[in-house]
T-cell receptor, first 111, second 116 residues
Framework: DAKTTQPNSMESNEEEPVHLPCNHS???????IHWYRQLPSQGPEYVIH???SNVNNRMASLAIAEDRKSSTLILHRATLRDAAVYYC????????????FGTGTRLAVRP | DTGVSQDPRHKITKRGQNVTFRCDPI?????LYWYRQTLGQGPEFLTY??????LEKSRLLSDRFSAERPKGSFSTLEIQRTEQGDSAMYLC?????WGEGDTEAFFGQGTRLTVV
């Protein structure tokens, strides 16, 4: 499975934007970039995914570099409820359909 | 549908005992996944099913672990002769298979196993 690299932790102030980076230099052409987050004492929850183009949904935006070797999850206005571990995952149809999690980025939000 | 449910939420067992966990996926989802998570780590893939067929098992899944999904609905994960190293959160997730619409996986809240 192609690997992703994320910072271990980040901090943000409430109501400010947060940019969570992810490097995936060995990404293949068939890998989709998925983001999940895990709130304390909860199972992971889906945030967003994309292949080549930038994506927006109600939770976040995903900016994908032109060469696809990196991506950034953008939370437009962080709230205290966004404090969680954020996982960047490459999902490849050709090697099974499972999600392979790394250790993620722990986001702390300061009031 | 109330999402993916797991039972029990917590289980304390003595070393050497057998335990069984249950997962009820979202009803129309044909894919079901089991993961294990220890403190400070991301979830580790164990196995997954498409309908009743078990399609992949991780090398992490020793002979003491077995999973079933009879009739392609709920699933059970059994651990025989539990060891202290089995203490972890066991997570279940379900989704539609890729190419059948939504691609997101929905996770349950997990079963926390403590082996004493």
């Amino acid at each position: 499975d192609a690997k992703t690299t994320q910072p271990n932790s980040m901090e943000s102030n409430e109501e400010e934007p947060v940019h969570l980076p992810c490097n995936h230099s060995t990404i293949s052409g068939t890998d989709y970039i998925h983001w999940y987050r895990q709130l304390p004492s909860q199972g992971p929850e889906y945030v967003i995914h994309g292949l080549t183009s930038n994506v927006n949904n109600r939770m976040a935006s995903l900016a994908i570099a032109e060469d696809r070797k990196s991506s950034t999850l953008i939370l437009h206005r962080a709230t205290l409820r966004d404090a969680a571990v954020y996982y960047c995952i490459l999902r490849d149809l050709s090697s099974g359909d499972k999600l392979t999690f790394g250790t993620g980025t722990r986001l702390a939000v300061r009031p | 549908d109330t999402g993916v449910s797991q039972d029990p939420r917590h289980k304390i067992t003595k070393r050497g005992q057998n335990v069984t966990f249950r997962c009820d996926p979202i009803s129309e989802h044909n894919r079901l996944y089991w993961y294990r998570q220890t403190l400070g780590q991301g979830p580790e893939f164990l196995t997954y099913f498409q309908n009743e067929a078990q399609l992949e098992k991780s090398r992490l899944l020793s002979d003491r672990f077995s999973a079933e999904r009879p009739k392609g609905s709920f699933s059970t994960l059994e651990i025989q002769r539990t060891e202290q190293g089995d203490s972890a959160m066991y997570l279940c997730a379900s989704s539609l298979a890729w190419g059948e619409g939504d691609t997101e996986a929905f996770f349950g809240q997990g079963t926390r196993l403590t082996v004493v």
